[in-house]
């Protein structure tokens, strides 16, 4: 079982609409939590941190769900730039060591 | 800032030859961590140094993988000999720890066709 498990996707929606991505985590001893946007042929960065009590950021909307494992990414009100993969992203412990998602891909059309 | 810096931005070469990737992390991080990327992997942690020491270096397929962390300012990832399975993106980030987020920042990565 990989320790990061995301929907590869990809989604394709229209301008305009709300789009939801789910993650899971296999330890249950990770910590900290974030999700990163990479763009086509590009590096992988950071979008937002995800905190326990959810957190919000303009369109976007973070959530966790400590006793399922669970991580949700909400993207509100689409837009054409909001094409890209979305990476679900487990600390494990208090190392910096990342542990990344496969990603989902998201495609945005007019 | 000029971010994390990697180069080569591409490299082909032929199975056999050595390949040598190189790294200059944000001044001042202290961590430095190699990634390679492929469709059917996604995206692998190789080894990650903290103080130019290596902490994990799990993540490195064989021996045929090295890296060294001679100072805070450069790292290099070594192939040698390299075959066509190494053919993937390479991307080199670094972060400060001690922040609460390890936030990462990624190099531009380097794209690396082995034939």
């Known amino acids: 079982r990989k320790e990061v498990e995301q929907d590869p996707g990809p989604f394709n929606v229209p301008e305009g609409a709300t789009v939801a991505f789910n993650c899971t985590y296999s330890n249950s001893a990770s910590q900290s939590f974030f999700w990163y946007r990479q763009d086509c042929r590009k590096e992988p960065k950071l979008l937002m941190s995800?905190?326990?009590s959810g957190n919000e950021d303009g369109r976007f909307t973070a959530q966790l769900n400590r006793a399922s494992q669970y991580i949700s990414l909400l993207i509100r009100d689409s837009k054409l730039s909001d094409s890209a993969t979305y990476l679900c992203v487990v600390n494990l412990s208090n190392t910096g060591k990342l542990i990344f998602g496969q990603g989902t891909t998201l495609q945005v059309k007019p | 800032d000029a971010g994390v810096i990697q180069s080569p931005r591409h490299e082909v070469t032929e199975m056999g030859q050595e390949v040598t990737l190189r790294c200059k992390p944000i001044?001042?991080?202290?961590?430095l961590f190699w990634y390679r990327q492929t469709m059917m992997r996604g995206l692998e942690l190789l080894i990650y140094f903290n103080n130019n020491v290596p902490i994990d270096d799990s993540g490195m397929p064989e021996d045929r993988f090295s890296a060294k962390m001679p100072n805070a300012s450069f790292s290099t990832l070594k192939i040698q000999p390299s075959e066509p399975r190494d053919s993937a993106v390479y991307f080199c980030a670094s972060s400060l720890r001690g922040l609460d987020l390890y936030e990462q920042y990624f190099g531009p990565g380097t794209r690396l066709t082995v034939t």
């Open positions: 995800v905190y326990s």
């Open positions: 001044s001042g991080h202290n961590s």
